[in-house]
């Protein structure tokens, strides 16, 4: 119980904090699973020789914590709801008992550890602080009251109603009954804590938030002092970053403003980065396209995407070429698609579609959010597409031709493009383009390559539809 | 990529050894001005023999004029640019107008994973887009089509080529002729009728101006429709064109 009741949610941070902090301890923390955690758990398995036995390491664990100014009350035993009850409702007579009958090293077994911090001003400071249950010796003490297994409120209340109040009286009742009266979850938790049934910690995951942000003293319109706070806060965030060997892929930024809304500026990244030197010209590119509504109160960097850091070694005596340097391409694409947007800096990959203008796909190649990202599902590996001929420059939208065409289903004689008469020397084709009629807009054309007498080559097709001709694309 | 360079312990020829422990040295301090090989080839042999050290030189511009659509010059600047990446980096095109087809490039030779295709929406993004390019050194080639480039441009721009030793591609219309030029070499475009039995296209290059060469010369080429290789032009009299059509394939 950390903080006050009511604050449930910097209560529930808190642990978190401290459940990362245990880190230390154990590679396996949990929180234990209700509406208001105050325990952590532990697995302790086979950690106690590394601390020099159980009772060193709850009392490594208390001193610690008496560090950072809590109060603990620490519980080994084989079970979780055996912990658990001990570390809530144990006693201190139990302890010394157990004390006593310490010393036999059984590593095998599960232990875990409940933790209950307790605020250093608690009320009633527990009798002792450490508890340690033998694996020989029974998990649950019958003297324990019902509510040390854990259960929901509504089963406690009708136990107390039914006037049973500790485990021992539970003991003495069919099982078969207390099913039927007090629904599967006594009988569970029950079972959890004697051993019957495995119950395993449930691992706590931090998940850091790559944020820092900062309130100006003087609201500022200024772009150099924003620009200068900027670099202290991704200053910070490299240190947050790098301290996780994480790199940022995206980085947002957001400028308060009041009364307007927040601006936000969106960064992608070609390769994780965390360097505050590498991330500032490229949001500070971005600062100077903007214009300011109002003085910029706050300011707020995250890392909204992170990946593992690339270190690489430079090569004292490199044979590789500068251009085939990858980190310079990748510093030019950030640096483009920071100006011109994600969507505007893009790799072609073909697809084996027969409509010429659907036969390739753009996909960004930095993540900021919008836009397709190249990291989005598996990438195929590229299969080696044959392409027919196809003209360099293809029109975005094909444009209808008057043409003079002598033989019904031939190519045309002559056509008009641009205020100029051209006649056909040569052609190639009709190469029979049609989609199914699933397709949202099916097309049946015939594609002629054609060149004039002068040279040039076009690429023009007749609609089958109805025989109009169109021009394409041009063989530039 | 495959190391290209030799190992200099492994060079025979002494001066040839020198030059590349010259170049190891060069990298070592720190000297970011990358090394310039000799010229790389125009990907058009008998284009590499009119100019002055067999090819294109990286880090310079090289502006390509055609007077009208279907031209034949981007086809010509393309084998350009793959001649250019094939020892690696990226190609990067500046396709503001949105009407680059990938496909018939990776089919004259550059693979798709090779390209770096970037759509600028105003003028001032496209200028300051050529700029950055140019200025990188993982860039192999550049491909564009600047309308407009006056001259304080056309100077930063052959300044960032120069920094960023890439090979600057850009494709005019016949107006740029009268502008002047900060590019290496600028030529003309022009296509020709064709021969009857070629199985290409033939086109015509003037060599309209070339820094340390021999302007004014003209040479009449063939690019072939299925390999992409140019070579010269066998000297067919224009007059074999056949009017009508003829179904070739």
């Not at chain 1, 004039?452 to 023009?460: C, I, K, M, P, S």
């Not at chain 2, 759509?119 to 860039?139: F, I, K, M, S, Y």
Request: a neutral charge.
């Amino acid at each position: 119980m950390i903080g006050g009741r009511g604050e449930s949610q910097s209560d529930r941070e808190a642990l978190e904090k401290l459940a990362d902090w245990c880190g230390r301890f154990s590679p396996v923390v949990g929180i234990e699973e209700a509406a208001a955690p105050e325990s952590l758990l532990l697995d302790i398995t086979g950690l106690d020789a590394l601390f020099g036995g159980e009772a060193q390491l709850a009392g490594e664990i208390l001193r610690e914590l008496a560090a950072r100014g809590l109060t603990a009350v620490v519980a080994v035993a084989d079970t979780i709801g055996a912990a658990w009850a001990m570390a809530h409702f144990g006693t201190g007579d139990r302890e010394e008992r157990e004390r006593g009958r310490k010393g036999e090293g059984e590593t095998h077994w599960t232990k875990v550890a409940g933790e209950s911090p307790l605020l250093p001003c608690s009320p009633s400071p527990p009798l002792c602080s450490t508890f340690i249950l033998h694996p020989s010796s029974s998990p649950l003490s019958p003297s324990l009251p019902v509510i040390a297994l854990r259960l929901p409120e509504q089963v406690a209340a009708m136990l107390h109603q039914l006037g049973i109040d500790c485990i021992g009286q539970l003991e003495m009742l069919p099982r078969a009954d207390l099913l039927s009266r007090f629904g599967p979850e006594l009988l569970r938790r029950w079972d959890q804590a004697t051993g019957r049934l495995g119950e395993t910690v449930p691992v706590y995951q931090s998940q850091p938030e790559w944020e820092t942000g900062c309130w100006l003293e003087h609201p500022t319109t200024q772009r150099k002092a924003i620009e200068l706070v900027l670099q202290k806060l991704l200053e910070r965030l490299e240190q947050l970053l790098a301290h996780h060997g994480q790199g940022a892929m995206q980085l947002t930024c957001r400028l308060d403003c009041p009364p307007e809304r927040p601006i936000e500026l969106t960064l992608g990244l070609f390769q994780p980065t965390a360097s505050a030197r590498h991330l500032l010209p490229l949001v500070a590119m971005q600062l100077e396209r903007l214009s300011l509504p109002a003085a910029v109160v706050a300011i707020h960097v995250r890392a909204s995407l992170t990946a593992a850091l690339q270190r690489r070694q430079g090569e004292l005596f490199s044979d590789l070429s500068p251009w085939q340097n990858p980190r310079h391409v990748a510093q030019l694409i950030e640096r483009l698609s920071s100006r011109l947007g994600s969507r505007a800096v893009v790799r072609p990959r073909l697809v084996p579609d027969p409509q010429p203008e659907l036969a390739y796909r753009y996909r960004s190649l930095v993540n900021d959010g919008c836009g397709q990202s190249r990291r989005n599902g598996p990438r195929r590996p590229a299969a080696a597409i044959e392409v027919p001929p196809r003209p360099l420059r293809l029109l975005r939208r094909p444009i209808p031709l008057a043409t003079v065409s002598i033989v019904p289903d031939g190519p045309p004689l002559k056509f008009s493009h641009s205020g100029g008469q051209h006649q056909v020397a040569r052609t190639w084709g009709p190469e029979r383009i049609e989609t199914g009629w699933w397709r949202n807009q099916p097309v049946g054309r015939d594609y002629y390559r054609v060149e004039t007498t002068t040279g040039h080559r076009f690429w023009l097709f007749r609609r089958l539809r109805d025989g109009h001709w169109f021009l394409h694309g041009l063989f530039e | 990529m495959s190391h290209q360079n030799p190992n200099p312990i492994h060079a025979q020829n002494p001066p040839q050894l020198i030059a590349a422990l010259r170049r190891q040295i060069a990298r070592l301090e720190g000297v970011h001005r990358p090394v310039r090989p000799e010229g790389i080839s125009s990907g058009c042999t008998p284009l590499d023999r009119l100019l002055p050290g067999g090819g294109f030189h990286r880090g310079t511009l090289v502006e390509w004029l055609s007077a009208a659509d279907g031209s034949g010059a981007e086809s010509l600047a393309i084998v350009a640019a793959r001649e250019a990446c094939r020892e690696g980096g990226v190609v990067v095109v500046l396709d503001p107008r949105r009407e680059f087809y990938p496909p018939a490039v990776a089919r004259a030779g550059i693979a798709p994973q090779c390209l770096l295709v970037v759509q600028p929406a105003t003028e001032a993004d496209n200028h300051w887009t050529l700029d950055q390019a140019l200025r990188c050194a993982g860039v192999a080639a550049l491909l564009a089509w600047p309308d407009r480039l006056d001259g304080r441009t056309f100077r930063r721009l052959q300044l960032a080529a120069e920094e960023g030793g890439g090979l600057g591609l850009l494709l005019r219309t016949q107006a740029a002729q009268a502008e002047p030029s900060w590019a290496d070499v600028r030529l003309m475009v022009e296509p020709l009728p064709a021969a009857e039995t070629s199985r290409g296209r033939r086109l015509r290059i003037d060599l309209l101006r070339c820094r340390h060469g021999a302007g004014g010369q003209s040479i009449d080429v063939e690019i072939d429709d299925e390999t992409h290789t140019v070579h010269l032009a066998s000297p067919v009299a224009a007059a074999t064109v056949r009017h009508g059509c003829s179904r070739a394939s």
